[in-house]
């Protein structure tokens, strides 16, 4: 049976998207103007009261009553169109997903569902420690004989609480899993120069900046005891929070392309497995994948005869409507399957369909 190619999969989506899908969408625009007015309407209502608040409140600075009514006022303002239109584009994706996914043949869509673990994301050694996820859209299922996970997915390092709360993002973008061509018997992971977000450049930017309690000792032998201590303490949290993986010993690996270990680390527990995966058709694919997804990170790991790709960026892909602005426009559905085929051409790009060489 000859597989479908992408301009295949094109034409068969707009053939559901004019049968199934525009229908949909036209009486959802309904729906939608009827949630847009009575969101207006909320807001003007919202924000009149604000300003009648706030003024009352600014002349009196002791009123202290209507300072925190002006504050909950001003946060309702700012969060009701978040929140209507939050739900509206998750009942909008409930009605139409399966429709519009079912073209590329056994795809599953799960909003917020967490196809990727954590243990698969943990053994991938791609991300340092986070203790926050949040995932939008994921999808799993099956290309041209190729199994496939997709992820949007947001990780988060959050330490303290109240005041101190401090979060750092570790991650935000797309999450792909494939299954390989090739046994792969240990790991190898490829990094973006100097991207301290992943587990192993993590852990040497928390030793770095350890380094100047050190000096204190020296200058300050007073605070030695304090100082050891803390130092003993924070070791013991790199390695219990920011570890990952199985604990594989990985060396840099040095290839022969000067173009492509300007922009990229290579480290792997087996150097000949490693030249075997990442051939010089693999590093070409692999350096233009940044152009493709508008990305400036990208990073690749494989492992249990898995390859997984994390791509950076700040987009919010596999939208097809929101409150906001008008659902049959036919630009939307068009991005939604340029999204969806970008990915799902990575199959064809890297060959990952073929028992061969990458």
């Known amino acids: 049976m000859k597989e479908k190619t992408i301009d ?7 053939q559901v998207y004019h049968k199934e899908i525009l229908p949909t969408l036209i009486e959802f625009e309904e729906k939608r103007k009827g949630s847009f007015s009575f969101c207006f309407f909320i ?38 169109p978040h929140y209507m239109n939050k739900n509206f584009i998750k009942m909008l994706k409930k009605e139409c997903m399966h429709s519009l996914t079912k073209v590329f043949g056994d795809v599953e869509w799960g909003n917020g569902l967490f196809f990727i673990t954590d243990e698969e994301l943990g053994k991938s050694e791609l991300f340092a420690g986070y203790n926050r996820r949040s995932n939008d859209d994921s999808f799993k299922g099956k290309y041209n004989g190729v199994n496939f996970v997709i992820s949007e997915t947001k990780l988060v390092n959050q330490t303290g609480s109240g005041k101190n709360r401090r979060r750092r993002t570790i991650f935000k973008g797309i999450i792909i899993n494939f299954e390989s061509n090739k046994t792969i018997r240990n790991k190898t992971i490829i990094t973006t120069k100097w991207d301290m977000h992943t587990a192993r ?20 032998p007073e605070l030695k005891i304090l100082l050891i201590a803390a130092v003993a303490l924070a070791i013991i949290a790199i390695f219990t929070f920011f570890s990952k993986g199985n ?6 690996v040095n290839l022969e392309d000067p173009v492509f270990e300007k922009k990229f680390n290579v480290y792997s527990s087996d150097q000949v497995e ?13 350096n233009n994948l940044n152009t493709a997804f508008g990305a ?7 492992f249990d005869n898995t ?21 049959d426009d036919p630009n939307r559905i068009t991005k939604f399957f ?17 028992h061969i060489k990458l």
């Not at 003007?44 to 002006?70: G, H, M, N, P």
């Not at 450049?201 to 300050?220: D, E, Q, R, V």
């Not at 490693?274 to 692999?286: D, G, P, Q, V």
């Not at 969806?340 to 990575?346: D, E, G």
């Open 296 to 302: 400036k990170k990208a990073k690749c790991s494989f």
């Open 201 to 220: 450049m993590g852990k040497w930017m928390f030793f770095s900046s350890i380094l100047p309690l050190f000096a204190y000792i020296y200058l300050f």
């Open 307 to 327: 390859i997984m790709f994390a791509i950076s960026t700040h987009k919010n892909l596999f939208e097809i409507g929101n409150l906001f602005m008008r659902l």
């Open 8 to 14: 295949d999969y094109r034409r068969e989506f707009y």
């Open 43 to 80: 807001e003007v209502i919202v924000i009149a009261a604000f300003a009648l608040v706030s003024y009352y409140s600014l002349k009196d600075a002791t009123d202290i009553v209507c300072q925190i009514l002006s504050l909950i006022l001003g946060l309702a303002a700012i969060a009701i």
């Open 338 to 354: 340029n999204e969806i085929a970008s990915i799902l051409i990575l199959v064809d790009y890297f060959k990952l369909d073929e």
């Open 274 to 286: 490693a030249r075997y995966l990442i051939t010089t058709a693999f590093m070409e694919r692999f």
């Open 247 to 252: 604990g594989e010993v990985m060396d840099e």
